[in-house]
Every structure is written in C-alpha cells, then in structure tokens.
C-alpha cells in the first residue's frame, strides 16, 4: 500500500500549491480537502463560516478527512484539520504528516486580510491568537517538519522531497 502524505499548517503556508508540486514530481495523486468540503457542503468555506459558525466548518471538516480512503497521494488540509484528533489519526494510519511551517508574519504577508478566507476561528480569536494555538496542534502531529520561511514554493518542494525520501 503506498502512503500519503499529509500537509499541515496555517493558511498561506503553500499546503496547496507546493502539495501539487511534490505530487507531480512524485508521480501522486492530489487532494485539496478544502476543495471536498466546499463540494460536500455546496457552499464556500466562508459561507459555512458566515452561516453556522466555526465550529460548523470543523464538523463538516471532520466528517470529510475521515471519509478520505486515498492511496499514494498527497493530501492538502485545511488549516484546522488538526482539531480533529480523529480526523488526524485516520490520515496517518497510511500517511506520513508532513508541517509547513512559516512565520507568522509570513503569513499575514500571504494571505492580507483573513477575514476572507473561511479561517475557522473563534470571533474573538487573532491571528497571532490562532497561529499560537495551532502552532502546538501542528508539532504534536508532524512527522516532518518544514520551515519555509524565505524560501519559495520550489525551494519548499525540494525541501519535502528530501525530508520525506
């Protein structure tokens, strides 16, 4: 059975964009499981967010990874997956949890103004907030990690190639 891997990390931290990089170069499949909820769900993730709340997106995300039965692909999560501990031992019964990891800066740099990314987060949360409390979450599940600060998404791929063969 050929594993996963499994991108973890903040919004921003290139899970999307570098995740079809190491799947093109790796000869995988690709799976964006923001892309699942939105399909499942009919809505965006800031509607979900906007109509029934944070922790609605969660569920939803919840009940997606654990339908998620993929061999030999690289799986993009969303930035909250990891509230799930059901959800995240699931993908590493047959995936290796690889961490983007970038600065916090980084990533209000990338992705400007949150509000308009379907951040699920509690009102009242910041995102350096937010960043912490994930923070913790992500390097209690990695089983890689990858710091791409001031690197760009080719440089993160040949990172992850490396780390991860």
Same mark, same amino acid.
Request: glycine share 10%.
């Given at each position: ?15 999307? @964009?570098?995740?079809? /990089? ?22 965006? !993730? ?30 993009? @999560? ?14 590493? +019964? ?9 600065? !916090? ?24 907030? /937010?960043? =912490? =409390? ?10 890689? @990690? +990858? ?10 791929? =040949?990172? +992850? ?5």
């Amino acid at each position: 059975m050929a594993r996963n891997l499994v991108f973890i990390g903040m919004p921003g931290s290139g899970k999307s @964009t570098v995740g079809v /990089l190491v799947a093109k170069r790796l000869g995988m499949g690709f799976v964006d499981t923001d892309l699942l909820i939105q399909q499942e769900s009919g809505r965006t !993730l800031q509607e979900i967010v906007d109509q029934d709340g944070y922790q609605a997106l969660r569920k939803i995300e919840e009940q997606v990874l654990l339908k998620l039965t993929v061999d030999n692909h690289v799986i993009s @999560t969303g930035g909250s997956a990891v509230y799930s501990d059901a959800a995240m031992k699931h993908l590493k +019964v047959n995936g290796t949890v690889v961490f983007l990891d970038i600065p !916090l800066d980084v990533v209000v740099e990338r992705i400007g103004d949150y509000s308009l990314r379907g951040i699920s987060r509690r009102p009242d949360q910041s995102l350096s907030e /937010l960043f =912490e =409390e994930r923070f913790a979450l992500y390097t209690r599940y990695a089983d890689v @990690t +990858v710091n791409g600060a001031g690197l760009t998404h080719d440089e993160v791929c =040949e990172a +992850v190639l490396s780390a991860v063969s």
